[in-house]
């Protein structure tokens, strides 16, 4: 008698074992597609920003080119001014300088002129007959008259002309002063141009260096993304590479502003904001608060492995992941832990519930590390 029994059994057990291997490498080349793809749409996204850069870097050359043209012609505005101011001032204090001149000679010229008026006003309007009575030679008498009269209206002439002078002079001086006054508008005007000029070429300095730097951030990081793209794809290539590939996962730092938030919830505190108390709430300078619903999903927010899951003095319940590079996300607070230590976990999958938290309320504690030191989470979580 033939026994079948065993035989069909040990095919079942093998047909099943056979399966089980099929489904595993089936996920695995489901997830290396899954990282293939995310690497993908993400070299994409830099793409774009390194496009956006370099046109935003263009315009702002051109924009420089024409405010240090206009730095320049602020220059030669002010140097201008600066001479009109010269020139003004110089004009003035000539003018000053005449009048001065003109007020010394006539202090000088006065006692002479002023004796000389009083000696004909007392002749007052009998004046020819007092010469003809003073004058011992008749014959000179239209002389001496001439004389005076000539001399009265030299001296009457000469207090006019220098009346007249005078008011010239102060005229010109007003005007001058006013001339002067107005430049020196005109220069400080042309100053501050030229100092709001080069302030704006320096911001423009500034943002292109800016620029330059988060290009080549940009170029480094779609450089590692790359490289790990195209071992996914050899991976997928060569299939049975697949689990490894997978396993790698994708870098951190070229997802920054592009991961998705641990836990619907608003930022209660912030990053770099401590108040005094202990535990993870007291530590927030080293990440961030979130208020959650109670038991909400918590997930991660990248690829990684689970570095530590369990209760952590200070951080309740804390789930650490790894996502290699020196880069972890912790989860703290939280109510319940649905990880183990070890577990490879993929992006959104749920590490644990949201849970009190020692300030009062429910949400969680999350932190960012990145080549081991903490980071702002809001600039690497995408905005809402």
Same mark, same amino acid.
């Given at each position: 008698m033939?026994?079948?029994?065993?035989?069909?059994?040990?095919?079942? *057990? #093998?047909a099943?074992?056979?399966?089980?291997?099929?489904?595993?490498?089936?996920?695995?080349?489901?997830?290396?597609?899954?990282?293939?793809?995310?690497?993908?749409?993400?070299?994409?996204?830099?793409?774009?920003?390194?496009?956006?850069?370099?046109?935003?870097?263009?315009?702002? #050359?051109?924009?420089?080119?024409?405010?240090?043209?206009?730095?320049?012609?602020?220059?030669?505005?002010?140097k201008?001014?600066? @001479?009109?101011?010269?020139?003004?001032?110089?004009?003035?204090?000539?003018?000053?300088?005449?009048?001065?001149?003109?007020? @010394?000679?006539?202090?000088a010229?006065?006692?002479?002129?002023?004796?000389?008026?009083?000696?004909?006003y007392?002749l007052?309007?009998?004046?020819?007959?007092?010469?003809?009575l003073?004058? $011992?030679?008749l014959?000179?008498?239209?002389?001496?008259?001439?004389?005076?009269?000539a001399?009265a209206?030299?001296?009457?002439?000469?207090?006019?002309?220098?009346?007249?002078?005078?008011?010239? #002079?102060?005229a010109?001086?007003?005007?001058?002063?006013?001339?002067?006054?107005?430049?020196?508008?005109?220069?400080?005007?042309?100053?501050?141009?030229?100092?709001?000029?080069?302030?704006?070429?320096?911001?423009?300095n500034?943002l292109?260096r800016?620029?330059?730097?988060?290009?080549?951030?940009?170029?480094?990081?779609?450089?590692?993304?790359?490289?790990v793209?195209?071992?996914?794809?050899?991976a997928?290539?060569?299939? $049975?590479?697949a689990?490894?590939a @997978?396993?790698? %996962?994708?870098?951190?730092?070229?997802?920054?502003?592009?991961?998705?938030?641990p836990?619907a919830g608003?930022?209660?505190?912030?990053?770099?904001?401590a108040?005094?108390?202990?535990?993870?709430? %007291?530590?927030?300078s080293s990440?961030?608060?979130?208020?959650a619903?109670?038991?909400?999903?918590?997930?991660?927010?990248?690829? %990684?492995?689970?570095?530590?899951?369990g209760?952590?003095s200070?951080?309740g319940?804390?789930?650490? #992941?790894?996502? %290699?590079?020196?880069?972890?996300?912790?989860?703290?607070?939280?109510?319940? *832990?649905s990880?183990?230590?070890?577990?490879?976990?993929?992006?959104?999958?749920?590490?644990?519930?949201?849970g009190?938290?020692?300030?009062g309320?429910?949400?969680?504690?999350?932190?960012l590390?990145?080549?081991?030191?903490?980071?702002? $989470?809001?600039?690497w979580?995408?905005?809402?």
């Amino acid at each position: 008698m033939i026994s079948v029994g065993p035989r069909f059994s040990g095919g079942v *057990v #093998l047909a099943i074992a056979m399966s089980a291997v099929a489904s595993a490498d089936q996920t695995d080349r489901a997830r290396t597609e899954a990282l293939a793809k995310r690497a993908g749409e993400r070299l994409a996204a830099l793409q774009r920003e390194a496009d956006r850069l370099a046109a935003d870097e263009s315009s702002l #050359l051109n924009q420089l080119r024409k405010l240090e043209i206009e730095r320049q012609l602020r220059a030669a505005d002010v140097k201008q001014a600066e @001479a009109e101011v010269g020139k003004a001032q110089s004009d003035l204090d000539a003018t000053k300088a005449q009048i001065e001149r003109l007020q @010394a000679a006539d202090a000088a010229e006065k006692p002479e002129i002023r004796t000389r008026l009083v000696e004909i006003y007392k002749l007052g309007a009998a004046r020819y007959a007092r010469l003809l009575l003073a004058t $011992p030679d008749l014959r000179r008498l239209g002389q001496a008259t001439r004389t005076v009269a000539a001399l009265a209206k030299l001296d009457r002439e000469r207090i006019a002309q220098h009346q007249r002078t005078v008011g010239d #002079l102060k005229a010109s001086q007003q005007a001058l002063e006013r001339r002067t006054g107005e430049a020196r508008k005109l220069r400080d005007a042309a100053e501050q141009a030229q100092t709001a000029a080069a302030r704006a070429t320096q911001a423009h300095n500034d943002l292109i260096r800016d620029i330059d730097r988060r290009r080549d951030l940009n170029a480094q990081l779609a450089g590692e993304l790359q490289a790990v793209q195209q071992k996914l794809q050899i991976a997928l290539r060569d299939g $049975p590479n697949a689990a490894a590939a @997978a396993d790698a %996962g994708l870098p951190l730092k070229p997802f920054r502003g592009d991961l998705g938030w641990p836990v619907a919830g608003d930022v209660r505190r912030r990053f770099g904001r401590a108040d005094g108390s202990t535990g993870a709430s %007291g530590t927030s300078s080293s990440g961030i608060e979130v208020n959650a619903a109670d038991s909400a999903p918590v997930v991660a927010v990248h690829d %990684g492995t689970v570095a530590f899951a369990g209760s952590f003095s200070g951080f309740g319940n804390l789930v650490i #992941l790894d996502h %290699g590079s020196q880069a972890f996300s912790l989860y703290g607070d939280l109510l319940e *832990v649905s990880v183990a230590k070890g577990a490879r976990v993929d992006r959104g999958q749920t590490v644990g519930s949201a849970g009190p938290l020692p300030s009062g309320g429910t949400g969680i504690y999350f932190e960012l590390r990145v080549d081991g030191r903490p980071v702002d $989470p809001l600039q690497w979580l995408k905005r809402k």
